[in-house]
């Protein structure tokens, strides 16, 4: 709809031209008019002073001032209608006469300080005109000693002085007569303007209220009257327009009572069929349910007497057998042993479908993970003829933080899978730096095979739960179509994607990727690198792929490598060589022999990189030749001990447990430990009476209050979760005492979850370690503060951590990733390389595990009102106990159950996790036998 009605428009349109041109028509006139009066007055004026002029010249050259009076006295009294005066000035601008009394005649003269023009002027004011005129000497010689003017010099000048009260009001007179003739054609307009607005304006608004009214539903409505010309037509279609939509309207009114019928059943139906469909859902909710209660309770409820099948098979296989016996129990264990996997996998599958599987986040140092699956793989690898190789990006960091012991799990379902479906060529793993921003790194993983390869359509059903890629009766490779399925949920949760590419019989590439952070973790095993700068190393691989990854790593330790791929005529001599042995060689003992021996003629130092099936040849040659043997594939740390070791001779194949450390010199410190647990308590106390002077234990935080009244300390190691008074409590409370005011007090406990450090220091806090506690951090953070106390320099980070240490301090050290139920040697490493005190944990764990058990029974038969406070205080208490026992599968379950039940789930919710705590317990128990009899 336009602003302006058509009835607004014909008077704009009518009036405005009329307006326009009479205005400028009358501007025009009228202005034309008023310059004519003006030029009209000043001519008559000049008509009146020129003859003045001329006739007062005989006069002011005679001095006669009577005639020149006369002479003006006339002609002003024949034009006094307009002149108001006229005078006579001499040479020196002074009055010579005039014809009327003049207020001012200083406004007819010139200028007295310029000569007398001899020209005429006029100067028009409001409402007077001034006009003057030389008086000119014709002829005349007078001398100018006189003061008389010389010939043709003006003698003076006549001023007239005009009255122009009637010439304005004859313009005013013209310009109003304008304005009336411009206001008479507005009018004469406005007559035809209205005259068509009766015409064609008003039909025309008739018949809009007539379209709205049609618009509105009225549809037998019709425009009556007269019309002429083409609103006649209009009108005429107006109505013809009419009669057509009540014609359409009564049709379509039927259409709709008709399809309002038809919609009406099919709402019906549709609201049965959504009714079927809730009830449909919720059957399919419930199945799903069901299904998932039930696969976690048949897991655990399988794991339980398989466990006592694996662990009575394990106890026989120690006693007196035939070798038949031998051979039966040995196959009924690995097959046990693929059983408790397949149910594993039904566990996590569980798990990951109801949403309860939660994710570690502990530093952890990332090559050795992957090494540590690259070697279980190796044998099944290795007793296929496949060479398996591990290329690492160097600029990932060495220690990141993450789930290490599911990273290891994705892995060991894809290399597992590879190997499954290759039956020669190479399996390759390469780990590669995506991407790097300042909250995470992206890391993308690749694993290449050279077997059999899965076709598109395989492909589809690769990521399908109970699904296989050849899934017939004549297949030749088993397992329940579980772990594609678990790797993918994993590689999800941890923020990456996962996928392939495949062609049939030209092998196959899985990749993934996952987002970590990156760790300022200490590397426990340092070795001198420096040593093998510019050094030369002689490298004979035949596999171009292992020769690769070995040059890759190779190249980190600053080595001049040079390679071939069988042994040649070399004259060089190398401080190194490194021979790799290709797999299935066990039985060339002769010709490895003649090898090894042309390796040390060739080079100083000669180390065999032997396959893993090949211990028994691997034995025999660092008897025989003293030069130290590693398997297939090389792991970093040990390629770096084997090239740097100044007594070959004295490494084995297998890497034996680290040496004990040396004693350390004591700090002159005292410190105070507070913990609830004993067995904590007196692993710390072991640690800090090698480190510090003084030791004082507690066991409460009242009693380390009390402690804390009567003397001073150093440094507080606080537990924070105790019963009576927790850990946070304790310290304000120590803060508020004038002898340790000013104490360091640290955070010891094993809550490791995401956040909890920052909630710590927040709540006075001075720092912060997590159980097991690692000598080496332990030993740091005393120097540390024990440097603060003194003001020795040492620099805090802006986390309020050790420099350099601050995201390591923050989360639990690297868990023991062994699938040992009890792994001696990290308990050894957990209590310092002390065989007694391991003993004496492992001992006051078993001791506390009766404690634990008819909590855990209790909650798990009456989970909607068991007590979480009670089951909480346990599981913690119990996962501090498993920190330094070296039982890394119990302390995974209860680090799993506590994190949930701090996290608002229910006992419903961590069922299956007590299902697998209680069986974790009785292997925990039955295995310590063995090494508490010892």
Known sequence: MTRYGLRARVITLTLAPTLIIGLLLSAFFSFSRYHDLEKQVINEGLSIIEPLAIASAEGLKTQNRESVRRLISYAHRKNSKFVR??????????????SNFHPNFQELTFPKDKPIPLTGSSELHDNTLILRAPILAEGGYISN?????????????????????????????????????????????????FRLLQDVTRPITHMKNMVDRIR???????????????????????????????EYHIEMQHSIDQATSDLRETLEQLEIQNVELDIAKKRAQEAARVKSEFLANMSHELRTPLNGVIGFTRQMLKTNLTNSQTDYLITIEKSANNLLAIINDILDFSKLEAGKLALENIPFEFQDSLEEVVSLQATSA??????????????????????????????????????????????DISVEMRSQKEE????????????????????????????????????????????????????????????????????STFWFTVRMLPSDMPITDLYPIETLEQKTLLLIEPNAQAALA?????????????????I??????????????????????????????????????????????????????VQKYHIPCITKPLAKKKLLQALISEEPEKIEPVISPPAAPEKLEKLPLSVMAVDDNKANLKLIEALLEERVDLVVVCTSGPEAIKHATERQFDVILMDIQMPQMDGVTACKHIKKTKLNADTPVIAVTAHAMSGERNRLLDAGMDDYLTKPIEEQRLQKTLKYWSSHSSSTGT?????????????????????????????????????????DLAKDMLQMLIAYLPEVVPVIDKAIADSDQADIENLLHYIHKLHGSCAYSGVPRLKSVCATIEQALRSGSSIADVEPELFELQDEIEKVTESSVEYLST
Not at 550 to 566: E, I, K, Y
Request: with cysteine; charged share 15%.
């Open 85 to 98: 005066s006229i005078a006579v000035f001499d040479y020196n601008h002074d009055l010579f006469v005039t």
């Open 145 to 193: 000693l006189t003061g008389q003017a010389g010939p043709n010099q003006a003698l003076g000048y006549i001023a007239v002085e005009l009255d122009l009260s009637s010439l304005r009001l004859q313009q005013y007179q013209e310009i109003f007569f304008a304005f009336l003739v411009l206001l008479a054609g507005l009018g004469l307009s406005s007559i035809f303007a």
């Open 216 to 246: 509105r539903g009225h549809l037998d409505v019709r425009i009556e009257g007269k019309l002429h010309g083409e609103l006649d037509a209009l009108k005429n279609g107006i109505n013809a327009m009419a009669v057509s939509l009540s």
């Open 382 to 427: 290795h007793e296929k003829g496949l060479e398996l190789t591990l290329k690492v990006d160097p600029k990932i960091p060495p220690g990141l933080v993450g789930d290490p012991l599911r990273i290891q799990q994705i892995m060991t379902n894809l290399v597992g899978n590879a190997i499954k479906f290759t039956e020669h060529g190479n399996v």
């Open 440 to 507: 995470y790194i992206e890391l993308q993983f690749m694993i290449r095979d050279t077997g059999i390869g899965i076709s598109e359509r395989q492909q589809a059903q690769l990521f399908q739960a109970f699904s296989q890629a050849d899934a017939s009766i004549s297949r030749r490779y088993g397992g329940t179509g579980l772990g594609l399925v678990i790797t993918q949920k994993l590689v999800a949760q941890m923020g990456g994607e996962i996928s392939l590419t495949s062609r049939l019989h030209q092998g």
């Open 550 to 566: 070995t040059r890759m790593l190779l190249d980190q330790f600053q080595l001049n490598v040079a390679h071939t791929s069988t």
């Open 568 to 621: 040649t005529q070399i004259e060089q001599h190398f401080d190194y060589l490194l021979l790799c042995l290709p797999p299935n060689t066990e039985h060339q003992v002769d010709s490895i022999e003649q090898q090894v021996e042309w390796a040390q003629s060739v080079a100083s130092n000669v180390i065999i990189s032997t396959p893993s099936t090949t211990l028994a040849l691997a034995d025999h040659l």
């Open 795 to 835: 620099s805090l980070d802006d986390s309020g951590s050790i420099e350099g240490d601050s995201k390591a301090s923050t989360t639990d050290v690297k868990p023991s990733q062994s699938n040992q139920i009890i792994d001696w040697q990290l308990a050894l490493k957990q209590s310092a390389f002390k065989e």
